[in-house]
């Protein structure tokens, strides 16, 4: 009838999001990924190479700041709880704080026995701090809309623009980098007094109502205990554990490649001449296929989708036992589609996890965040324990900082580290997608039972 039509696109228009807040809400995310891509990519060689750390203290710096940032999780929402209210809401002062920290991470510092503590505290503090914005800033996904597809095309919008700003960190800090490589900062073969003074190097810098805000969402606990034991409730949701289990895989994954992939390009495949366009290369190729990922994910499904990040397992072996520069950009390519596909699937994939809470647990307020901030957390440990084992491993094998040509243990670790690992990765992550409880199907019954509730 013309009313029942005219009803309906009243409610149309209340959940859909015009492409300007889609668009606003996602250049929020891309200063972040600025940061985070440079320390990703580049933040281990420098350590070793630049500022001369052994790979053990190197995996110790990159271990214990992600874990300090991952610890910092479930109260940040607490703490922004109980912050002050301005005239956009409640907030933080943490990202000038940010800025410092960043800017005295990549300083070398004139003096060398205290070079371990000065990384160590500034990367633990930079970490600390971005999270107190990434945990409400992710957060706000399920308050954009209390419809499934217009959740799903924002997170589209806000991965597009992070893998833009990702890309930029990666470009900037890449040349510096690779000019630092053409800057005899490494030796041939000689010994490395790692307690001698380097060449100098300049510093470089995842709405239901409008009264409904994040921050009272985790002040309906009433304080940290009672956080703590609605994160456990959340972490143990089945739907939840399994999704867990596929990012943490993936997050881990991708921080193996991130930490390596320089290594690997100049010491184990001869292409330190090529390893900054490569990387532009993948982030070039992540950045335009994310489109093509969001209408794949919503004609064929999640599930589906997800198989796309397994086309770069034998891409990856053929570069490490090819290493020609022609394949590796090809490779590069192609890793630049899986990526897209790991990045914007777990942020699709949380709110139907959210949903489908919500509706087993009609009565339950405020658990938004607790998942969003308990997905955080776990991807930080993810991420903090592959960047500690690949060091480590480096440690073990020999590495030598400094040395332009590795021993043939380190070259053989750096290729197991790129090839062999993320294909075993890629492959229990899809095992584990096959218990994925959460379907197409189950997707829409979620969505009409909400809609009923409402």
């Known amino acids: ?9 009243k409610d149309w228009d209340e959940h859909s999001l015009s492409v300007c807040s889609k668009l606003c809400y996602a250049i929020g995310g891309a200063p972040n990924q600025v940061a985070g891509s440079a320390a990703s990519f580049f933040l281990q060689i420098y350590l070793l190479d630049i500022a001369h750390i052994t790979p053990f203290h190197a995996s110790l710096v990159l271990f214990i700041g992600k874990a300090s940032g991952a610890v910092t999780d479930p109260v940040a929402g607490f703490f922004i709880s109980k912050s002050r209210w301005t005239r956009i809401g409640r907030m933080l ?8 920290s960043y800017f005295f991470m990549w300083y ?16 633990c503090i930079f970490q600390a701090l971005t999270t107190l914005f990434q945990v409400p800033y992710s957060a706000l996904t399920m308050f954009l809309s209390t419809d499934q597809k217009e959740r799903d095309s924002a997170t589209a919008y806000r991965m597009t623009v992070e893998v833009l700003g990702t890309l930029v960190g990666a470009a900037l800090q890449g040349q510096i980098v690779a000019s ?11 010994p490395v007094n790692t307690t001698s003074p380097p060449p100098s190097l300049n510093s470089t810098s995842g709405f239901p109502e409008p009264s409904d805000p994040l921050s009272h969402q985790v002040s309906a606990y009433g304080s940290i205990p009672q956080v703590c034991l609605a994160s456990t409730e959340c972490d143990v949701f089945l739907p939840f554990f399994l999704f867990l289990l596929l990012v943490m895989v993936t997050k ?15 010491h184990a495949a001869d292409l ?7 990387v532009v290369t993948i982030l070039v190729s992540a950045v335009v296929s994310i489109p093509f990922w969001q209408k794949f994910l919503q004609r ?19 570069l490490v036992t090819i290493p020609n520069p022609i394949l590796a950009y090809f490779v590069a390519f192609v890793s630049g589609l899986s990526i897209a596909a790991s990045l914007l699937l777990p942020w699709s994939m949380l709110p139907d996890v ?28 993810s991420a903090g324990i592959g960047l500690g084992i690949s060091a480590a491993c480096l440690e073990f094998t020999g590495y030598k900082p400094g040395i332009c040509r590795q021993s043939k243990d380190v070259i053989l670790t750096l290729k197991i580290l790129i090839g062999a690992v993320p294909a075993v990765l890629i492959l229990v992550g899809l095992l584990i997608l096959l218990f994925y409880p959460i379907t197409e199907e189950s997707r829409k019954e979620t969505k009409l039972a909400l809609e009923v509730l409402r």
């Not at 489908?356 to 901030?373: A, C, D, M, V, W």
Request: proline share 5%; charged share 10%; hydrophobic share 40%.
């Open 93 to 100: 002062a943490c990202t000038p704080f940010t800025v410092v």
């Open 300 to 318: 064929f499904g999640k599930k589906c989708a997800a198989c796309g990040i397994s086309w770069m397992i034998p891409f990856a072996v053929m």
């Open 180 to 190: 630092a490589h053409l800057s005899h900062h490494c030796t041939l073969n000689l």
């Open 252 to 266: 881990y994954l991708q921080q193996l490649e991130q930490s390596n992939f320089v290594l690997f390009c100049t």
């Open 1 to 9: 009838s013309p009313g029942t039509c005219g009803k309906l696109r």
């Open 108 to 123: 070398l510092p004139p003096f060398v026995s205290g070079r371990v503590v000065w990384y160590l505290t500034f990367y």
């Open 272 to 278: 330190r001449y090529h390893f900054q366009y490569l």
């Open 354 to 381: 959210v949903d489908n809470f919500r509706l087993q647990n009609p009565h339950r307020k405020g658990h938004e965040t607790i998942f969003y901030s308990s997905y955080v957390f776990f991807t930080k440990m």
